[in-house]
């Protein structure tokens, strides 16, 4: 009976070691890691490499991939599967069985396969790659499938708008700030959709040469999603600068500047918005022109001159916002 046993045991070995996956990775290294994301519309390549005993084969592979937070109608996550039968699928595009991800998401991909790895072939590199990839693999000789995973960081540039006020909506509003108003200050949204890494906000003077002290501000973030440009994050900014901050601190190159009594003078200088996302999209996100026209009242407005049209419609829409605040 010993023996019988022990021949039995022996005859599983090899079976058990007949397919293993020795690494999952990405071909170009980069993606693994948040701070290093494949750059959107780049392509990258994932790849499950195995070892098989000789003389099975590689039969079946496929991958796998959950979209991050998005879900089909009746409310489970949407993922796309890519199948394939062997070396002779190389270069096949994804069919998608059984996935609930949308065609034109799936058909980006092709299976990239030998007789010693399975892989897929991702181009125009998508924030919704980012995730869990997982790979399954099976050889000939039926001893069961193996399964290798890894994490993916795919990045995309900000889009950074105004959302107070609300360029997107007019172009034309202005922020309205009065000095001699009980309570003057300037407040701002900006708006950053997609954008991965996620940004951060640095608001400019003027141009983008001339940096705010984020020390001058009161800051509040925010994360949202709308229904058509999708996920985003945005920073309101209170600000109060008095016309010497704007003078000395931020270089205002306005006559104000060298009126010593500084009232009954209207000017206007430029709030710009930009984000940052580290090593990633600089050249970019700089070129983006995110700014805002700030009209500034440093005294009396009648002495100033009236306000047009479009100056009291933002002006009554600041005070509704900053009614609907308190």
Request: with cysteine; aromatic share 8%; hydrophobic share 35%.
């Amino acid at each position: 009976m010993a023996f019988a046993c022990a021949v039995f045991l022996a005859l599983l070995a090899p079976i058990a070691d007949a397919l293993s996956i020795s690494d999952t990775s990405v071909v170009e290294g980069i993606g693994l890691v948040m701070e290093k994301p494949i750059m959107e519309k780049n392509t990258f390549t994932l790849r499950c490499r195995v070892t098989l005993t000789s003389p099975d084969e590689l039969v079946f592979c496929q991958w796998t991939h959950i979209l991050p937070r998005e879900f089909t109608s009746d409310n489970k996550e949407k993922k796309v599967i890519c199948p394939a039968a062997g070396p002779n699928d190389q270069g096949a595009a994804c069919r998608n069985p059984g996935g609930t991800a949308d065609s034109s998401y799936a058909s980006r991909i092709s299976m990239d396969m030998s007789s010693t790895h399975c892989g897929i072939k991702v181009t125009n590199a998508d924030p919704r790659d980012t995730g869990r990839w997982e790979c399954h693999v099976a050889d000939s000789s039926g001893s069961g499938a193996q399964k290798g995973a890894l994490d993916i960081f795919a990045s995309n540039q900000s889009r950074v708008f105004f959302k107070v006020p609300d360029l997107l909506a007019d172009d034309n509003q202005v922020i309205i700030y009065d000095l001699e108003a009980s309570r003057p200050e300037i407040d701002a949204t900006c708006r950053g959709y997609g954008g991965s890494p996620e940004p951060k906000f640095v608001w400019y003077f003027e141009d983008d040469r001339n940096e705010i002290d984020a020390r001058d501000m009161t800051k509040r973030t925010r994360k949202g999603k709308d229904s058509i440009l999708g996920d985003y994050v945005e920073e309101s900014i209170t600000w109060v600068p008095t016309i010497d901050d704007m003078c000395r601190k931020y270089k205002l190159r306005q006559p104000v500047c060298d009126n010593n009594t500084k009232k009954n003078r209207r000017f206007n200088f430029n709030l710009l918005c930009k984000a940052d996302q580290g090593d990633y999209y600089k050249t970019e996100n700089l070129a983006q022109d995110a700014s805002v026209i700030v009209e500034v009242y440093s005294g009396n407005r009648g002495a100033a001159g009236s306000l047009s049209k479009s100056g009291l419609l933002v002006a009554t829409a600041l005070m509704l916002l900053s009614a609907a605040k308190w």
